[in-house]
Structure formats: structure tokens, C-alpha cells
């Protein structure tokens, strides 16, 4: 019976499927059966939880009012005079009284302000200190009503919450605290008026987990402690108001709304409505039990409809169709259904079988055509492979011949197959381990491709061959290819590759192969050595696109391929793996197919840094010299400027002391005087600065300390540079001597500290430092005009504005600035480069734009002792004389001016206007001439070759020298000779009068 039900309702009959399709067509009505319990589940917990919320609200919101009036009620009670004199008997009769009217309240007292119990209208077990309860403590702090936390009461024993306020006196001190106990048991009477349903509950509970009030079985579940019970955490975590559903104390499952109990001052507890969830969902339940029994019977009726139709209206057909296909397949190819065909599927079925049943018919008439057609087509293959160019062979695997084809016999060089297959082997291998591989493989794979052997003809020769086979059982049957011919080819092409490839990778250039898109196809190990990888296939993974430090570079490059197809001797720069750049040389070219497309670009790559930096230095060194040239030509034409005007200026500036002289103080000429003086002594000072930057000035040189006079003038350069502006050195212990005048270079670092401060208008810092230094040959091949050896560096720095580069290329030339117009002459850094490159020294500038600005200037050091300083002692008068002094110059005024100053201190005076004449008079004059005042440049003859002719003749004579500018014999190099007395032009009265004076006297 059960194997019978079994095959009854196989999954393999079409019955059993149908009931199923029946069963799966039902399912989505059961599914939204229980969609719609579940929607009306959550519309009956909505509205239970509303309700429940709804009542915890007016619970919460009484309590609250009650409250209310139980401030109003302690604010009356404090104001009475039985409380405010503290009678006691008084007040218990008043509190008592108050009780028994209001039935919600537990107990009345009075606290003493130390915590003692005063009064209580509900007797305590003893002595009651309530210092420590929180309603006490806040009135206290606060002088104002306050609720304490929801507790079991000390005095009555029941759940409460107390209420306090204070009493004062007069003085403003509280002299008690009323309090009052708010009975909380009273809340469960809400439930009783809301008729919860069976199983509800109602509860009062604080953050501990404490129930002061619970409905139903208050004496059950008042001053019970549930801290970790799952309805206590969800009301902790929504902490004013919120829903839930979990299960009671009790295990029952409910729906929970829970409101904070009046209002945030009531020490934090809560009113929790639990309703259950079989109340509220009963209805629901109802209403699914009768869908779900509705549908099993619709069910039913369904599944018996189908089992019933289904016999009759599909299994007949198809019953029938299932004879008539076994039929078929015992090989009656002519076999029909004989049934008229229908619409439906089962009609479609029958005629697909008949159609079906004659196509099998129809194929097998076809087979048997194909079969002759086969025969007929292995006679013509046979043909062919008998008259094939490749060999066709089959052995046994012990290499006897079966058959071979022609092309077999003339490859292995034998006369005729029947010779072949006579001689019992096919072929012999030059190596017996080549068989016995191909044999091993063969019996592995059953099938080898393309083998690659080497086998001995007839004759003795050896070809290659590639040998295909294919073992059936114990049959080798395949094919033989001379390759021999390809063989050399190949051999040839290998050497001439290899040839190719010695080149290509020993050739000390980088050669490369790359697509469009910058991806290397094929690069030799010079150019992976130039852009620093390790090895070729390293370079191969990188795109050439990103080795260009200009982009731009490389799109004109591909500008220039696609343009011309080729590229020759084209200068950029690279990106090496470690991140460093160089230049290259390219050369390259493009490479296309048959349809004019590019294919790849190949070229040369050849380093040419030590090319570009040698070329860079010598450029810097051009412009270092044409910046050379162009100062030493601007500075020799200030020098021959400045020799005229201190010849006009020794004339204007001498007339006008002597003016002063004689002018008496009040003279109105004598502020006109003064005027003309100051005037020409500021044009002198422009030509001093021209002479310092022509380097033509005077330089009485010493051997001093660079370090001692910076300290010297550290007060000063802070004056000049103002407190806006910190001043800080860093002196270099140990420093070297240099030889210098030293006015010249504390004039140099004057001017730079005032060029320092213009470029901080906001204030800043100024750096002067000095080191000793070693300028080598490399140095000295960078910098012209430098010559290497040991150097006292001296720098000065600032954290100003800064210079752009075509304001840093002129910044020493003279009456160049970027000043405001009269603020400043152009002439400060002039005269700082002629002082330090007539000392023998060098300047270098560095700026940049909002990064300051750095000048170092590097001084000879030498090994000499240091200058001993000797102060000069000048008289207040005018020194005077009668010896008899002889001018010679050729300029009249200024002639004429100094015989003037020096007769007017009581010398003899003779003039002469040449060398000629001076030796006239020299040699004429009977009284003995006692000094010669001779300017040094004369037509004619100079001054010191006058000199010379004077000591052969009179070898005592005093000379003392006065010109505008140093280039003469009386100097070498800018520096004054030992021994020589020499007055600068424009000189005034007193340098004249006291520099003769002084020659006299020595």
C-alpha cells in the first residue's frame, strides 16, 4: 500500500506536479493573509500604547498639580504666626487637622535647620535626624520650595514623596523647613477609574528600579527593587517618555508607555502602564484563524478539482502519445499518433511528434546517402595522402611500418614505400632519447603535436622534422615535416639577431622602441643605466610620459614627430628613477605600416648634463665679465668726471671758508656763503662716492680686526637702524686679519645697514656675521675676478622685501635705485662695490623676491701684525709759517686758491703753472725753497716726475701731493705710498694748512 501511494504521488508524475502548481498558485493568498495580521498586530499595539501614553500623561500631569498645591499650601502654612513663633502644640493640631481633610497626604512636620525632627503630625518610632534627605538639603541651598526623591518614608513607613519649604524670621534666616509627604499608593486609584484591561499594571517607579505604587497587588511589589529589569533599561534610555514591549516582573508579556512622574525637580521617577499583549492582540488572533481556515478549504476543493480534471483532461492524450513514442523507439520509423490535433499544447505536442517521426524517417534515408558518400570520400583522402608534400606514416609502437606515403620515401630518401615497410623501421633518430621521449609522451597524452626531432635518412644525412602522432590501441598513425631548410633559416636569423642585439645593448648610447601612448617596447641597457634603473625589465614597466619635467616639452615633441616623422638633435629634460633630472639629446623617428598609420617611434638618447652644466657656467661667467667690463667702464669714466669737478669744487669750497673768515658774524653775505659751502661739500661727497665706486679714492690701509670693529659699532648701527629692527651678530672666534682702511669698511657696512633698513619699512631683522673661509679652484673657476686662497667672509642679511633679478643685476651701478625720488642717490652700493674691490675683496648679492636679501663680501686675510691706532691732536688755531712754499699746478683758480690760503697764513709763495716753469723758478730762486705743493697730473710732466727732479737738486725738500683721484704714480693700486704726503682735492683751508704744516715739521 505504501509503495503504491509512493508512485501514486511521485514528483515524477504529472498529477503530483499539478497538485503542487495548485498548492505554490495558493501561497501568495497565505502570505498576504498573515501580511495583514501583521499590519492589524501593529495597528492594536499602536492605539494600546496611545491609550496607555494618553493615561501616564494625565497620571503625570495630576501629580504635577498636586504638587502645586502642596507649594501653595507650605507658603500659606509659613506665613502663619502658630508656625513663624514655633508653637508646636499649635501647629500638630493644625497639621493634624490638614491630614484628615486631605487624605493624599502622609505626614506634616517641621525640621530644625540642623536635620532634627521638630514636629511630625504622624508620630515617629524616636529621635528622627532628616539632615541627610534631599528635599532638606535643596531647601536649604536653594531658600525655596523643593521636592525631594521618591522614597519609603522614615516616619510613616509608606511610599511617598516629600515637600519643603522655609520658614524665616525677620532677620531673613530660616529658623525651620516645613515639609509635607505626598502619599503615592493614592496613584493606583487612576487605574481603577481607567478600567484597565485583565492583566495590566500600573506602576511608580524611580531610576533605581524602586516601585513606590503598583496596581493590581500593591502589597506585593511596593518597595521592591528591579534595577536590571529590561523595561527599567528602556525607560533609563529614553529617560522622559517612551514605548515599549517587554515582559513584566512577572514574566507576562505587555505593551509599555511610561511618562516622567510631574516634573524634572520630582527626584526622577516615572509612571509605567503596562497593558498585555494577549488582550491586545486577541481580535487579531480571531481574525487570522478564520482566514487561515477559509483558505485550507478553498484549498481542498482546489486540489480535489485538479486530481479529477487532470485525468481526464490531459493523462487520456497523453497516455495515448507514450505508446506511440515507444513504438518509435523499437525502430518503427513509420509510426503516427493518428490523433486530430488540436489547439492547445497537447495538439502541439502530437503534431510535433509526427513531424518529428518523419524526420527521423527522412534522416535515415540521409545517413545511408552519407555512408556511400563517406566511402566514396576515404577513397579520395587515401588519394591524397599517398600524393601529399608532407609524410604520412603508421607504425606499432615497436616502429614497424604499417604504411607510409611518397612524401614520407623522398624526405627519408628511399626509393619506394614497399622499401620502406620492408626495411621494418621507419626512421632512425640521431638521438635514441628523442624516441624514446616522443614514445613516453605519446603513451601520456595519447596525442603529440609538432615534435621536434632529428632523424638520419637512407643516406646517412640528417633532417629536422616535426613529427605529429596519435596512438589508437597499438597503432601509431601521424604525420612527418622536413623543416630542415627552416631549420637554417631559422639558425641564420638567430646569429644575425644576435649580432643585432650585441650591438644593440653594447652600443654606449640609450636606444628605445615606444607606442603613442609612451609604453617602451624594447630599450637596450645603456638607456635603463641613463635614467638610472637597475636593469631593462624595470624600465620596460614604466611610461616615458611621466620621465618629462615639462609636459609641454613632450607635446611638442609629438608635435614635431607627427609633423616631420622625425626628430633630430632635440634638448630636454628627464626625470630619473631617484627622483634627479638631466639633459639629453634625442634623436628619433617614426615608423609606420602599410596603411600610413604610426606603428611605434624609435630613437637615440645621449646624457648631455656635464654638456649643459659646462655650458651654464660659461654663460654665467660671460655675464659675470660683462658685468665686469660694464663697472670698469662706468667707473673709469666717473674717475675722469670726478678729477674736473674736484678741481671746481677745491675752488668753490676754499673761496668759501676764506669768505667765512673774513665775514664777521651777522654779515647777510654769510648765510649765502654758507649755502655755497654746504652745496659743494654735498657735490663732494658725490664725487668721494664716485671715486669709491671708480675705485680712484685714497686708502691709508691697516691690519685691523673685522670682529673688534663690529663691536665698536654695534651701538651705532642700532641707532642708525632704529628699534623697529633687531640687530644680531655671530662673530666667528679665531677670526683672520685683514688689511683695510678702516673708515672705507666701516663706511661699507653702514651703507649696507641703511640699504637694510629702507627694505624693512615694517621692522625685521638684520644679520651680520663673519667666518673664516677657503675660496678653492672651483670656486674661483665660477667667479671671475676671484683667486683662490683664505678669505675673511663677511655677511649681511636682512628678512626685507627683497630684489627681482633685473633689479639684482644693477644693484651696484652707479645712480641706479629704486627709491622715491630724493630719497636717495644711487650711490650707497657703488661705493660699497669700489671700496671692497679696491681692498682686493668681492661682493656677491643674493635675493629673491619677499626672502630678503644676503651681500657677502670676502676679504684677504693676512698674517701681519695688527696696525697700532694713533689719534690725531688738532690745535684749535690755524697752524702758521714763513718758510717758502712753491705751487705748481696747472689749473689757475685752484692755483690762485691755494696760494691765496697759504700766504694768508704767513708763508712766502711762489706759483708755477707747469714742470717746466717750476724748475725755472727752483733753479732761478737765490732764498731755498722749503716745500713743494705739486698737483699730480700736468701736462707735460707729472707731479711725481717733478718731484724726482727736485730731490736731485735739493735732496731735503718737502713734497706733499694733491689731486682728485688716485691713478698716478703716488699710489699703488688705491693705497698710498709710505713716506708720501698727499692733501684730497676739494680740500679745505684747515686740511691744507695743517697737511703742509705737518710736512714741514717732520
Known amino acids: 500500500m505504501r509503495e503504491r501511494l509512493r508512485t501514486l504521488f511521485s514528483l515524477s508524475r504529472l498529477h503530483t506536479r499539478l497538485l503542487l502548481l495548485i498548492l505554490m498558485a495558493i501561497l501568495p493568498a497565505l502570505g498576504l493573509i498573515f501580511c495583514n495580521a501583521l499590519e492589524q498586530r501593529k495597528h492594536f499595539a499602536l492605539r494600546a500604547q496611545e491609550d496607555a501614553h494618553r493615561l501616564s500623561k494625565i497620571i503625570s500631569r495630576d501629580h504635577a498639580e498636586f504638587i502645586e498645591s502642596t507649594r501653595q499650601l507650605l507658603v500659606l502654612l509659613a506665613q502663619l504666626p502658630q508656625v513663624?513663633?514655633?508653637?508646636?502644640?499649635?501647629?500638630?493640631?493644625?497639621?493634624?487637622?490638614?491630614?484628615?481633610?486631605?487624605?493624599?497626604?502622609?505626614?506634616?512636620?517641621?525640621?530644625?535647620?540642623?536635620?532634627?525632627?521638630?514636629?511630625?503630625?504622624?508620630?515617629?518610632?524616636?529621635?528622627?535626624?532628616?539632615?541627610?534627605?534631599?528635599?532638606?538639603?535643596?531647601?536649604?541651598?536653594?531658600?525655596?520650595?523643593?521636592?525631594?526623591?521618591?522614597?519609603?518614608?522614615?516616619?510613616?513607613?509608606?511610599?511617598?514623596?516629600?515637600?519643603?519649604?522655609?520658614?524665616?524670621?525677620?532677620?531673613?534666616?530660616?529658623?525651620?523647613?516645613?515639609?509635607?509627604?505626598?502619599?503615592?499608593?493614592?496613584?493606583?486609584?487612576?487605574?481603577?477609574?481607567?478600567?484597565?484591561?485583565?492583566?495590566?499594571?500600573?506602576?511608580?517607579?524611580?531610576?533605581?528600579?524602586?516601585?513606590?505604587?503598583?496596581?493590581?497587588?500593591?502589597?506585593?511589589?511596593?518597595?521592591?527593587?528591579?534595577?536590571?529589569?529590561?523595561?527599567?533599561?528602556?525607560?533609563?534610555?529614553?529617560?522622559?517618555?517612551?514605548?515599549?514591549?517587554?515582559?513584566?516582573?512577572?514574566?507576562?508579556?505587555?505593551?509599555?508607555?511610561?511618562?516622567?512622574?510631574?516634573?524634572?525637580?520630582?527626584?526622577?521617577?516615572?509612571?509605567?502602564?503596562?497593558?498585555?499583549?494577549?488582550?491586545?492582540?486577541?481580535?487579531?488572533?480571531?481574525?487570522?484563524?478564520?482566514n487561515l481556515m477559509g483558505l485550507g478549504l478553498i484549498t481542498l476543493l482546489a486540489l480535489l478539482a485538479a486530481w479529477v480534471g487532470g485525468k481526464f483532461l490531459i493523462l487520456r492524450?497523453?497516455?495515448?502519445?507514450?505508446?506511440?513514442?515507444?513504438?518509435?523507439?523499437?525502430?518503427?520509423?513509420?509510426?503516427?499518433?493518428?490523433?486530430?490535433?488540436?489547439?492547445?499544447?497537447?495538439?502541439?505536442?502530437?503534431?510535433?511528434?509526427?513531424?518529428?517521426?518523419?524526420?527521423?524517417?527522412?534522416?535515415?534515408?540521409?545517413?545511408?546517402?552519407?555512408?556511400?558518400?563517406?566511402?566514396?570520400?576515404?577513397?579520395?583522402?587515401?588519394?591524397?595522402?599517398?600524393?601529399?608534400?608532407?609524410?604520412?606514416?603508421?607504425?606499432?609502437?615497436?616502429?614497424?611500418?604499417?604504411?607510409?606515403?611518397?612524401?614520407?620515401?623522398?624526405?627519408?630518401?628511399?626509393?619506394?614505400?614497399?622499401?620502406?615497410?620492408?626495411?621494418?623501421?621507419?626512421?632512425?633518430?640521431?638521438?635514441?632519447?628523442?624516441?624514446?621521449?616522443?614514445?613516453?609522451?605519446?603513451?601520456?597524452?595519447?596525442?603529440?603535436?609538432?615534435?621536434?626531432?632529428?632523424?638520419?635518412?637512407?643516406?646517412?644525412?640528417?633532417?629536422?622534422?616535426?613529427?605529429?602522432?596519435?596512438?589508437?590501441?597499438?597503432?601509431?598513425?601521424?604525420?612527418?615535416?622536413?623543416?630542415?631548410?627552416?631549420?637554417?633559416?631559422?639558425?641564420a636569423l638567430r646569429e644575425s639577431e644576435e649580432r643585432y642585439r650585441s650591438l644593440f645593448n653594447d652600443v654606449p648610447v640609450g636606444l628605445y622602441r615606444t607606442t603613442l601612448e609612451g609604453q617602451i617596447l624594447d630599450a637596450n641597457h645603456a638607456l635603463a643605466q641613463l635614467l638610472g634603473y637597475p636593469d631593462r625589465e624595470s624600465l620596460l614597466a614604466i611610461n616615458t610620459f611621466d620621465t618629462y619635467v615639462d609636459q609641454k616639452v613632450r607635446v611638442q615633441r609629438k608635435v614635431h614627430m607627427d609633423r616631420d616623422g622625425v626628430l633630430r638633435n632635440f634638448e630636454y629634460q628627464l626625470r630619473r628613477c631617484d627622483g634627479t633630472t638631466i639633459w639629453v639629446e634625442g634623436n628619433s623617428k617614426t615608423t609606420l605600416d602599410a596603411e600610413g598609420k604610426v606603428l611605434y617611434y624609435e630613437g637615440t638618447l645621449a646624457d648631455i648634463t656635464e654638456r649643459k652644466k659646462a655650458e651654464q657656467e660659461l654663460a654665467d661667467l660671460q655675464e659675470q665679465l660683462r658685468q665686469s667690463q660694464k663697472m670698469e667702464a662706468i667707473g673709469r669714466?666717473?674717475?675722469?668726471?670726478?678729477?674736473?669737478?674736484?678741481?671746481?669744487?677745491?675752488?668753490?669750497?676754499?673761496?668759501?671758508?676764506?669768505?667765512?673768515?673774513?665775514?664777521?658774524?651777522?654779515?647777510?653775505?654769510?648765510?649765502?656763503?654758507e649755502e655755497t659751502k654746504k652745496a659743494a661739500d654735498r657735490a663732494a661727497e658725490l664725487i668721494r662716492q664716485l671715486l669709491a665706486f671708480s675705485r680712484r679714492q685714497i686708502m691709508e690701509m691697516k691690519v685691523i680686526d673685522l670682529n673688534g670693529l663690529l663691536q665698536d659699532l654695534e651701538k651705532m648701527l642700532q641707532r642708525v637702524i632704529g628699534e623697529e629692527i633687531e640687530l644680531v651678530t655671530r662673530l666667528t672666534e679665531d677670526l683672520g686679519r685683514i688689511k683695510i682702511d678702516p673708515g672705507q669698511i666701516e663706511q661699507v657696512i653702514m651703507n649696507l645697514a641703511v640699504n637694510a633698513k629702507d627694505a624693512m619699512p615694517n621692522g625685521g631683522n638684520l644679520f651680520i656675521e663673519t667666518a673664516n673661509t677657503e675660496l678653492d679652484e672651483e670656486y674661483a673657476r665660477t667667479h671671475i675676478a676671484?683667486?683662490?686662497?683664505?678669505?675673511?667672509?663677511?655677511?649681511?642679511?636682512?628678512?626685507?622685501?627683497?630684489?627681482?633679478?633685473?633689479?639684482?643685476?644693477?644693484?651696484?651701478?652707479?645712480?641706479?635705485?629704486?627709491?622715491?625720488?630724493?630719497?636717495?642717490?644711487?650711490?650707497?652700493?657703488?661705493?660699497?662695490?669700489?671700496?671692497?674691490?679696491?681692498?682686493?675683496?668681492?661682493?656677491?648679492?643674493?635675493?629673491?623676491?619677499?626672502?630678503?636679501?644676503?651681500f657677502k663680501i670676502y676679504l684677504p686675510r693676512v698674517d701681519e701684525p695688527l696696525t697700532e691706532s694713533r689719534e690725531k691732536i688738532l690745535k684749535e688755531e690755524l697752524p702758521r709759517g714763513k718758510e717758502t712754499i712753491l705751487i705748481v699746478e696747472d689749473d689757475e683758480e685752484v692755483?690762485?686758491?691755494?696760494?691765496?690760503?697759504?700766504?694768508?697764513?704767513?708763508?712766502?709763495?711762489?706759483?708755477?703753472?707747469?714742470?717746466?716753469?717750476?724748475?725755472d723758478l727752483f733753479e732761478k730762486k737765490e732764498e731755498p725753497i722749503h716745500l713743494v705743493l705739486s698737483d699730480v697730473v700736468m701736462p707735460g710732466m707729472s707731479g711725481r716726475e717733478l718731484a724726482k727732479r727736485f730731490m736731485l737738486i735739493h735732496p731735503k725738500i718737502k713734497v706733499v701731493y694733491m689731486s682728485g683721484y688716485t691713478d698716478h704714480a703716488i699710489v699703488h693700486r688705491g693705497f698710498l705710498e709710505e713716506g708720501v704726503d698727499y692733501v684730497q682735492k676739494p680740500f679745505t683751508v684747515d686740511g691744507l694748512a695743517r697737511k703742509v704744516r705737518e710736512a714741514l715739521d717732520r
Open 637 to 673: 669714466l666717473a674717475g675722469g668726471i670726478a678729477h674736473d669737478f674736484n678741481n671746481l669744487l677745491t675752488v668753490i669750497k676754499g673761496y668759501s671758508q676764506l669768505s667765512l673768515i673774513e665775514l664777521k658774524e651777522g654779515d647777510p653775505l654769510r648765510i649765502n656763503v
Open 317 to 491: 492524450r497523453i497516455n495515448a502519445l507514450l505508446s506511440v513514442t515507444k513504438r518509435l523507439a523499437g525502430g518503427d520509423l513509420s509510426v503516427r499518433t493518428g490523433i486530430a490535433y488540436g489547439r492547445g499544447e497537447l495538439g502541439q505536442l502530437e503534431q510535433a511528434f509526427d513531424e518529428m517521426a518523419e524526420s527521423f524517417e527522412r534522416k535515415e534515408a540521409e545517413r545511408k546517402q552519407a555512408e556511400e558518400a563517406l566511402r566514396e570520400s576515404e577513397r579520395k583522402y587515401r588519394d591524397l595522402v599517398d600524393h601529399a608534400l608532407v609524410g604520412v606514416y603508421k607504425t606499432n609502437l615497436q616502429g614497424e611500418v604499417v604504411y607510409v606515403n611518397d612524401a614520407l620515401v623522398r624526405i627519408l630518401e628511399y626509393n619506394s614505400p614497399e622499401e620502406m615497410i620492408a626495411g621494418g623501421v621507419i626512421a632512425r633518430y640521431k638521438h635514441s632519447k628523442e624516441k624514446e621521449r616522443f614514445i613516453q609522451h605519446l603513451k601520456e597524452t595519447g596525442h603529440v603535436q609538432s615534435f621536434d626531432a632529428e632523424l638520419l635518412t637512407k643516406t646517412g644525412r640528417m633532417k629536422n622534422v616535426l613529427i605529429s602522432g596519435t596512438l589508437d590501441g597499438e597503432i601509431i598513425s601521424g604525420m612527418i615535416m622536413d623543416i630542415t631548410e627552416r631549420k637554417q633559416v631559422e639558425e
Open 786 to 854: 676671484v683667486i683662490p686662497g683664505r678669505y675673511v667672509r663677511l655677511s649681511v642679511s636682512d628678512t626685507g622685501v627683497g630684489m627681482r633679478p633685473e633689479v639684482r643685476h644693477r644693484v651696484f651701478e652707479p645712480f641706479f635705485t629704486t627709491k622715491e625720488k630724493g630719497k636717495g642717490t644711487g650711490l650707497g652700493l657703488s661705493t660699497v662695490y669700489g671700496i671692497v674691490k679696491q681692498s682686493g675683496g668681492n661682493i656677491w648679492v643674493y635675493s629673491e623676491p619677499d626672502q630678503g636679501t644676503t
Open 84 to 290: 513663624l513663633s514655633h508653637d508646636l502644640p499649635s501647629c500638630n493640631l493644625l497639621f493634624t487637622s490638614l491630614l484628615r481633610q486631605h487624605p493624599r497626604y502622609l505626614n506634616l512636620g517641621i525640621i530644625r535647620p540642623d536635620g532634627k525632627l521638630s514636629l511630625s503630625a504622624v508620630p515617629p518610632n524616636g529621635t528622627t535626624d532628616l539632615g541627610d534627605r534631599s528635599y532638606f538639603k535643596r531647601t536649604l541651598q536653594t531658600r525655596d520650595f523643593a521636592i525631594g526623591d521618591y522614597q519609603m518614608g522614615r516616619v510613616t513607613g509608606k511610599p511617598s514623596v516629600n515637600c519643603s519649604y522655609p520658614v524665616f524670621n525677620e532677620a531673613g534666616e530660616i529658623v525651620s523647613v516645613l515639609f509635607v509627604a505626598l502619599d503615592l499608593s493614592r496613584l493606583n486609584q487612576f487605574a481603577a477609574q481607567a478600567q484597565l484591561p485583565k492583566g495590566s499594571v500600573l506602576q511608580v517607579i524611580d531610576p533605581n528600579g524602586t516601585i513606590f505604587a503598583h496596581y493590581p497587588d500593591p502589597e506585593k511589589w511596593v518597595g521592591k527593587t528591579l534595577p536590571d529589569h529590561p523595561i527599567m533599561k528602556t525607560i533609563l534610555t529614553q529617560e522622559m517618555e517612551g514605548t515599549a514591549e517587554e515582559k513584566g516582573a512577572d514574566g507576562s508579556s505587555r505593551l509599555h508607555a511610561f511618562t516622567r512622574l510631574g516634573n524634572s525637580e520630582a527626584g526622577g521617577a516615572y509612571v509605567n502602564i503596562g497593558i498585555p499583549t494577549a488582550v491586545v492582540f486577541a481580535e487579531v488572533n480571531q481574525r487570522l484563524i478564520r
Open 895 to 919: 692755483r690762485k686758491l691755494a696760494a691765496q690760503i697759504l700766504e694768508g697764513q704767513g708763508y712766502k709763495v711762489l706759483r708755477a703753472s707747469g714742470g717746466s716753469e717750476a724748475l
